[in-house]
DNA sequence: GTGAAAGCGCTAACAT
DNA sequence: ATGTTAGCGCTTTCAC
């Protein structure tokens, strides 16, 4: 059915369905009722391509490109932006990438083929080998674009993160102010821009305070719950002194390692454990333990996130000449429990 | 930049420069060159409405309609789904409801406006004063849809299931075996299709085992943390003996739940639990406690669903006369640890 | 108030 | 191998 056939069965013109279709106030009522009830009858819908190719317009779409839709942490960032979408009249294309770059890129691709009015990008790795050609269409095809949580080096688009490698740095400062054992550092791979900012300020401490080689060790993770777990058991197997002091810079892997240390925690006489971003159900684990935390302001980021591309927009700017990038900061938990010692 | 624009500047014809962007073998190449190279100059890119009005083809997205994208259980979900589009060149349309009927309506709308190759419905509460019209013009416009997870009186649509209320069953006839004392259900709203089929199975079997009404109490939630919380906070008030017993039909729940008993285990004997699934994080939870559960093959019933659209539209069927109605079962774990008394 | 017809940007015969 | 042109389904200007 299109509009064509419906104007004949009407007995009117094409540019009168036309008209009875987008509310045109100057068709007689009688022709409306005529038509509106021919449409009904036949089900006519118009077609939208047709119609978005002669009004010259462009859906209300916006790209989310995501590397893990099932990590509770994306999820919550992307229930955020949806319901500000929703909103604002505008619908999710969401691309799940798994992190990979190929993935990455044909999604990009889409998205602009698709003439979606901007992308809220989370990287997955750096992979230094790639020349990101995909961002560069955007750029070049101006696509408005934000980074979450995340950034690609070279690419100084806007977005907005946490700030963390203050965060690290802050956590890792407190928590050596009372353990000064050897310490333990379970990372995300380097090559995330989130878990290499985490790394650099744990480092920034340990260089500060000149803590020696042999007092910290850096086990890599990737960023799973079973990673944590295993990092854990490789740990726990070798660790000889009856103090553990630990810092996991990822939730996730903190599950998995908690996991582990709850079969073995009589061992030890002291356990502090640091954790980057806690969650109610981390929280709920934690109960008895010292620890040191910080809450996640995720879903405030992915709120910035939404409102900086929705204002690059409107405002239909999209050269970043003038880069805003947005650093989500918060406080520290500190719960070590010092009369127990 | 149009194609006209571009036949000028190369100096060939508009076929000609369409050809070449649908790489034609029949151009020359040195014609075929030039093309490429003026394209790449102006950075053209055709304009996909035009194509695909030209062509009379549609974009390959499927719907996926949820109401609580920063659920864990939903978000894994999507996930799934997600993968699998992906492997099938499908791209996501994803509509957050909140499980309000004015989104879903809206949403679906959208969607069959974008015409979508496809929907998967994952419904919110059921209003009996709606008409849902919007999935009468689903099936109007032979759009295919699959149900996930839960359904919506009087719309035999297709759809993939949790076995609820057998499972719901199983679980109150094990509890029920070992510990006959007085139990509180914890139920999500019964204008949720799987929170009413679970309550139905809880149902049948304090029917069954004749359960006076003494010795059962329900409570209702909505689904999330906080009001697990609060409800146990209610019952544990109110509870006198020093045995409990409670079945909580939904995780998130559990997780509130769980918080609060945590805070006044010691003031039981005895505790015994059972939740309607169990993640990674319950499982560590109840590591010491007495509880009986069930796995939630949630990633299978999105693989299923996701499975049985793309079969409805690659066979393009969409009359759901034999309705297909997967519904998945799990089995049951049950932990009481029967020394301990 | 309604209709005729040009045009949106592209594709695909058909012709050369 | 390349060009001409009639559509695809809708909007919109200009007549009447």
Known sequence: MNIKEISKLANVSVATVSRVVNN??????????????????????PNSYATRLSKGVTDNIIGLIVP????????????????????????????NTNGEYEKEKKFTKILIDYKVKGV????????SDKNYTHLKEI??????????????????????FLDNENISYNITKEIL??????IYFISGSLDISSANERYLGFKKTI??????????????????????????????KNHKNDELTIYIANNTMALGFLKI????????????????????????????????????PNKEIAKKSFELLIDKIKN????????????????????????SF
Chains 1, 2 share one sequence.
């Open 24 to 45: 045109d106030p100057k068709v007689r009522q009688a022709t409306k009722e005529k038509v509106e009830q021919i449409m009904k009858e036949f089900n006519y819908k």
């Open 139 to 160: 750029s070049l095809n101006s696509v408005p674009i934000v980074f979450l949580d995340r950034e690609i080096k070279g690419f100084d688009f806007d977005g907005v």
């Open 177 to 182: 102010k009372t353990t000064p054992k050897k």
């Open 207 to 236: 260089d500060e305070l000149e803590i020696s080689n042999e007092e910290y060790e850096i086990k890599y993770g990737d960023f799973k719950f079973d990673s944590g777990y295993r990092l854990g058991e490789d740990i726990l």
């Open 120 to 127: 809220i990008y989370i990287p997955g790795k750096y992979e």
């Open 316 to 339: 239909s700017y999209t050269c970043d000449e003038k880069r805003k990038k947005i650093l989500c900061n918060t406080t520290i938990i500190n719960r070590i429990n010092q009369k």
């Open 68 to 95: 893990d839709v099932g990590n509770i942490l994306f999820a919550e960032m992307i229930e955020v932006i949806s319901n500000q979408a929703e909103k604002e009249n505008f619908t999710i294309l969401l691309c």
């Open 261 to 296: 240390l709850k079969k073995n925690s009589k061992k030890f006489k002291r356990i502090t454990i640091a954790i980057f971003g806690i969650s109610d159900v981390l929280d709920m684990l934690l109960d008895e333990e010292n620890y040191i935390t910080c809450k996640l």
